[in-house]
């Protein structure tokens, strides 16, 4: 059987928890649902939440809530989702595309400042967008002395702490996606949420419609989610030193995360030496999927490219391979095999 590259870790807990949404017939927003900010709060100290049905909706909700006007700019890395694109378009509001920094998967002051730079765009920034790319986290404190408002998406860096504090804790609204790929999943839906009292006020004034809100079928499975995130992570970690061992004895690189941060092992990414097609296919004949790293990314779209050569430059060498919970010692090991004999 193939290994893919990506598995949701759906244990028979998460499908009791909806069993038992659907008994009850608690399938709309609910209880459920206020039940998943509650053990979300415990994890991470926000004081305000919102449970919607998609990222997109709790991106578009928390750039309304800076009330921004049209033509405003986002700053925002390249290597962002794409759907990033589309909202800020739906808003009319103005994409700063930026670089990353040699080497990384994110975006940090420097380039942020050089993307600033390009006056001839004629864009005003009104605030930061940041994506923690793959899971590796920026230098949040670093990006929220810019001056700007930050929004800060943590969808795929959750578990990782920057010192004491946890990723998602620095923007002024952050977004926590509980999607298929996400760390966590409810099989579709985000929180949007804020930590500070000042911005919590901002949020409380955005009514969602009931069509918006996460129904208690996800919010069942994002609450087992929760409560097994540690379990998890210790997993991920476990996997990712066999996979370590394998990639140093290759000539292939690997992103490192800065030194204060423990990286969640969200994914497994290798920056090739050699042809991205190549290695694809030699995973293929092995029955492993290998998959290149921002297929979906911002980088892609028309005229991004050439703003951003870092970032162009990694879409074409970065592929990802299988690291999530539910593989096995024999799966780790098969695919430690083919990292360690990559061509």
Do not use: W
Not at 133 to 145: C, E, K, Q, R, Y
Not at 170 to 187: C, H, K, N, Q
Not at 256 to 266: A, K, L, R, S, T
């Amino acid at each position: 059987m193939k290994i893919e590259v990506y598995s949701p870790t759906i244990r028979r807990k998460e499908m009791d928890a909806v069993l038992t949404a659907m008994v009850e017939d608690k399938i709309g927003p609910g209880e459920q649902a206020r039940f998943l900010i509650q053990v979300a709060r415990e994890q991470l100290q926000f004081d305000f939440c919102l449970a919607l049905r998609s990222p997109a909706m709790a991106l578009s909700i928390a750039l309304k809530a800076l009330q921004l006007e049209d033509g405003d700019g986002v700053v925002l890395s390249a290597l962002s989702p794409r759907y990033y694109g589309r909202v800020l378009e739906e808003l009319r509001l103005r994409p700063i595309y930026c670089d990353v920094l040699p080497g990384s998967a994110n975006m940090g002051p420097p380039v942020i400042e050089a993307a600033l730079s390009r006056k001839s765009e004629g864009f005003v920034p009104r605030v930061i967008l940041v994506n923690h790319t793959l899971g590796f986290v920026p230098d949040m404190p670093a990006i929220t002395g810019m001056g700007l408002p930050v929004i800060e998406d943590c969808s795929r860096s959750y578990g990782t702490f920057v010192g004491e504090e946890r990723a998602g804790s620095f923007g002024v609204f952050t977004i926590l996606g509980l999607e298929e790929r996400d760390i966590l999943t409810s099989g579709g839906g985000a929180l949007l949420y804020a930590q500070s009292r000042r911005d919590a006020a901002v949020l409380r004034g955005f009514s969602v419609f009931p069509e918006y809100s996460l129904p208690d079928l996800n919010a069942a499975m994002a609450v087992v989610q929760f409560r097994e995130g540690k379990r998890n992570l210790e997993k991920r970690m476990e996997i990712a030193r066999v996979y370590v061992q394998a990639a140093l004895r290759t000539r292939h690189k690997r992103f490192v995360q800065q030194d204060n941060v423990e990286y969640n092992n969200y994914s497994f990414p290798l920056i090739l030496e050699s042809g991205m097609k190549d290695v694809k296919a030699y995973g293929k004949r092995k029955d492993i999927a290998v998959e290149a790293a921002f297929e979906d990314a911002l980088v892609g779209t028309p005229g991004v490219s050439g703003l951003c050569p870092e970032a162009y430059s990694l879409s074409l060498r970065t592929v990802l391979f299988p690291l999530y919970p539910r593989l096995g010692s024999a799966e780790t090991g098969k695919v430690a095999k083919l990292i360690l004999t990559l061509p």
